[in-house]
Nanobody, 124 residues
Framework: QVQLVEYGGGLVQAGGSLRLSCAASGRTFSSNAMGWFRQAPGKEREFVAAIKWTISTTIYADSVKGRFTISRDGAKNTVYLQMNNLNPEDTAVYYC?????????????????WGQGTQVTVSS
């Protein structure tokens, strides 16, 4: 079993920054990809970013490219999402997830463990 716990969400003004963290524990997962997703009210959960755990290769959604950065700390079993230049459209619950395999994927079906989510609200 794998446990994922996100924290770092909150309320921020447009143009501001937040850093989300996802602490992982449980069964060894050192080769799996890790991803961040988000879900706004009334919308489907959407891909934000993903990282290969072993070599830190990353992919991003077009909507966040250049503003968000995903990274990981192997020693702490933690994945981060640095979010800069936030805008109200970024308001959502943000979820951390473990990929089913090592490849970078954008679909929710490609992830098998999920955290409980952390709320990010950006005011205009």
């Amino acid at each position: 079993q794998v446990q994922l716990v996100e924290y770092g969400g909150g309320l921020v003004q447009a143009g501001g920054s937040l850093r989300l963290s996802c602490a992982a524990s449980g069964r060894t997962f050192s080769s799996n990809a890790m991803g961040w997703f988000r879900q706004a009210p009334g919308k489907e959960r959407e891909f934000v970013a993903a990282i290969k755990w072993t070599i830190s290769t990353t992919i991003y959604a077009d909507s966040v490219k250049g503003r968000f950065t995903i990274s990981r700390d192997g020693a702490k079993n933690t994945v981060y999402l640095q979010m800069n230049n936030l805008n109200p459209e970024d308001t959502a619950v943000y979820y951390c997830a473990r990929g089913s395999g090592v490849s970078l994927r954008r679909g929710t079906d490609d992830y098998d463990y999920w955290g409980q989510g952390t709320q990010v609200t950006v005011s205009s």
